[in-house]
Nanobody, 113 residues
């Protein structure tokens, strides 16, 4: 049974930092990553990373966010720096197998003064 357990969301001031974690279990995941969805908007890719370490970022977060992965722990991390109010959203962990995608329950990130 696949499980994704997310942690690390919260409230932060503009310019601040947060670190999200997602621990996955129950299958082989060739890629893991993070998506986000703000109210009234579609879910969008933030960043993802393959088991081999290839990364992909949304243009809006390049240079501010860093994704990393511990393959031994099946855990993916998203270090978010220089946060902006427009980064506020529910962030969802995504884990890809060769059959389907799996999603976490979501964690709220709010950037506000």
């Amino acid at each position: 049974q696949v499980q994704l357990v997310e942690s690390g969301g919260g409230l932060v001031q503009p310019g601040g930092s947060l670190r999200l974690s997602c621990a996955a279990s129950g299958s082989y995941f060739y890629a893991m990553g993070w998506y986000r969805q703000a109210p009234g908007k579609q879910r969008e890719l933030v960043a993802n990373i393959t088991r081999g370490g290839t990364t992909n970022y949304a243009d809006s977060v390049k240079g501010r966010f860093t994704i990393s992965r511990d393959n031994a722990k099946n855990t993916v991390y998203l270090q978010m720096n220089s946060l902006k109010p427009e980064d506020s959203a529910v962030y969802y962990c995504n884990a890809k197998t060769f059959v389907r995608d799996y999603w976490g329950q979501g964690t709220q990130v709010t950037v506000s003064s």
